[in-house]
């Protein structure tokens, strides 16, 4: 340190050269760029190869010397300038290792905690990841189902409309009239109808297919509410509702005034298809059991049951259990029996 601290200075020039024309000379020539040596891509195996076609060996070495002495010069001078400060350095960084060591454990602590909460966050974003995957998955999977279910729906409303339109008409008169060569333009190879049936009972079966049906829309209509395309659907479910409801009506009628136990059995077990017992029992009520006991009790009869005796009532009483058992017992044990029927 001794010796670059008196290595002698540059002398710098008093004036600039020049040239004959009076042009400024270069301190380099043309092929001697110092910042070349600067640069990251610099191989000097290369440089030298490049230059000696055109410049002797010598001059190359010569320059090279020359230019490492200038920067020898030039450090020389950085030193010497701030020597001073570089020889203090050491006393005035005599407390930093003990400063380093009391910031050793708090920066040890702050990076396990960086590196526990970078983990953390990784599992947090990996499980999102997975949750976001599955949910996309479960999303397309629950369009597919979706998009099946609608499908279904609009080929049950169809195959609805088609059986309604297929029901075969019953005979005005009280007479069972068998499906001969004449009837059978009432049904289609869909309908799986055996040549022979009554009418009623042909009615009463295709009525229960139809209840089945409808059964079948209403398990989609319930799982696709609030949808455009079942809303569009909406009217042509409503007038179905309103056929059948009408046809099952009369068929059921028409079987308990003919006390017909095959369509009875079918027509209950399509009011219980359509969940709709109650219309099933409003109809008994008024067809069966509504003459009877007009029948029995006269409409003026409350006029004058202040004057009738308990024999006369115990007759009444009589007599509507007898109806009972004679004209309604037949439906429990056909609604019972229904296995037997089919």
Not at 212 to 221: D, G, Q, R, T, V
Not at 295 to 313: C, E, R, T, W
Request: charged residues 25%.
């Amino acid at each position: 340190m001794a010796d670059l601290a008196v290595a002698p200075r540059p002398v710098p020039i008093a004036a600039t050269a020049t040239d004959l024309f009076a042009d400024p000379i270069e301190a380099h020539p043309p092929w001697s760029r110092p910042e070349s040596f600067l640069r990251a891509s610099f191989d000097p195996d290369a440089y030298v190869v490049e230059l000696r076609s055109y410049v002797p060996l010598e001059s190359l070495a010569a320059k090279l010397r020359a230019h490492l002495a200038a920067l020898r010069a030039e450090l020389v001078g950085l030193i010497n300038r701030d020597y001073a400060d570089f020889v203090g350095l050491s006393a005035r960084l005599k407390g930093v290792a003990a400063a380093a060591a009391r910031m050793r454990a708090p920066l040890a602590d702050l990076r396990d905690k960086v590196a526990a909460f970078r983990a953390a966050k990784a599992a947090a974003f990996a499980a999102l990841r997975a949750g976001l995957e599955q949910r996309a998955a479960a999303s397309a999977s629950a369009a597919r189902e979706l998009l099946e279910l609608l499908l279904d729906a609009s080929h049950v409303v169809s195959k609805v409309e088609k059986l309604i339109k297929e029901l075969p008409t019953a005979p005005s008169d009280s007479s069972n009239v068998g499906v001969g060569s004449a009837d059978k333009g009432y049904f289609s190879n869909d309908t799986n109808v055996v040549a022979g049936t009554d009418v009623r009972e042909t009615q009463s079966i295709l009525l229960e297919r139809i209840a089945s049906e409808m059964n079948w829309l209403k398990f989609y209509i319930s799982h696709a509410q609030n949808l455009p395309f079942i809303e569009n659907m909406e009217k042509r479910v409503q007038g179905a509702t309103k056929l059948l409801d009408g046809s099952l009506e009369r068929c059921f009628v028409v079987g308990l005034e003919h006390r017909n136990a095959k369509v009875i059995y079918n027509c209950l077990s399509s009011y219980a298809a359509i969940d709709n017992t109650s219309s099933a029992e409003e109809l008994f009520r008024a067809t069966v059991v509504s003459p009877l006991i007009q029948k029995i009790v006269p409409q003026n009869y409350a006029k004058a049951v202040s004057g009738v005796s308990s024999d006369d009532l115990e007759d009444d009483y009589q007599q509507i259990m007898q109806c009972t058992e004679k004209d309604c017992k037949f439906i429990l044990e056909i609604s019972s029996s229904g296995n037997l029927l089919k």
